[in-house]
């Protein structure tokens, strides 16, 4: 069924999203009320007015992002690349043909499941796509054949040291998705992300210092709908040895990198996830 669906050219899937986000947005109200507190917290200083046109393109991009993940099921490697540009890609190719792998730290930013897919297309070098497994064991497999129907290399977070060691020879890019909420009692690192206390998993950190890494950003961003563009960024080189850092420099640089980027495609964001559910406790403040 869903390969069926996925046959239906883009402009019958996108009259679709525009049913489902009429009916998400003004009927059922979904989330609603977390993505508006998300907004205001994250932008206290724009007008309601603007808070509310970046909540409706959000809720459009939400089923826009549901319809062209079903999409993935059958789309041509053609087809995609015309719709996923890239920039700064030479950056990362640079520190490949010298031998190591790198660390690329993406968010959910546009449609990261096009973003996952295009990576094959844009470097020759293997990727590696660290993830966690989803609950739902159909949604589990489904994702896992969307995501490795482009040749990604999916790596699940617990096997992650295990598979680098195994590969350490190799020059690999080494994915992850950093913007997730830790589970409370697993939270390492604090800090200010858009106005609020939030906290973040630190896996990142540790790869870069085992292994010696550099590490960078990539976004996505809108052209227009249906279309995007991929942009890398430097981060940070591979720490050097015994050269004393900072605790989780990689960590507050992505956290400052994505900040910059919201705040420039703030409609780009999963404003519906609960990413600040937890509160830092207070002797866990710079000031206890």
Not at 153 to 163: A, F, G, N
């Amino acid at each position: 069924m869903l390969k069926g669906i996925s046959l239906l050219p883009f402009p019958v899937l996108y009259a679709f999203s525009t049913f489902l986000y009429v009916l998400l947005y003004y009927v059922v109200g979904y989330r609603k009320k977390v993505v508006r507190q998300n907004l205001e917290r994250s932008f206290p200083d724009k007008s309601a007015e603007e808070l509310r046109k970046i909540e409706k393109q959000f809720f459009l991009n939400l089923t826009d992002l549901i319809v062209e993940s079903l999409k993935l099921v059958s789309l041509p490697v053609s087809e995609l690349r015309k719709r996923v540009g890239s920039k700064g890609q030479e950056l990362v190719e640079r520190q490949l043909a010298n031998g190591t792998s790198v660390l690329v730290l993406g968010a959910h930013l546009g449609n990261w499941e096009y973003m996952s897919a295009a990576g094959n297309s844009i470097f020759s070098f293997p990727i590696d796509g660290i993830y966690k497994p989803l609950a739902n064991p159909f949604f589990e497999e489904f994702m896992k054949f969307i995501r490795g129907r482009f040749g990604i290399h999916l790596v699940r977070m617990k096997d992650t040291l295990r598979h680098i060691i195994r590969h350490k020879t190799e020059s690999r890019v080494i994915t992850l998705l950093t913007d997730q909420t830790p589970p409370f009692g697993e939270i390492q690192y604090w800090t200010s992300f858009l106005h609020q206390e939030t906290p973040f998993y630190v896996g990142a950190d540790k790869l870069r210092a085992s292994f010696k890494l550099p590490a960078f950003f990539v976004g996505m961003r809108h052209v227009k709908r249906g279309y995007y563009e991929i942009e890398f960024q430097e981060l940070l080189p591979a720490p050097v040895v015994g050269e004393k850092e900072e605790d989780h420099p990689l960590t507050e640089a992505f956290a400052c990198k994505l900040e910059r980027w919201i705040e420039e495609n703030p409609a780009d964001y999963l404003w519906s996830h609960k990413r600040w559910k937890h509160k830092r406790p207070v002797r866990a403040s710079p000031e206890s």
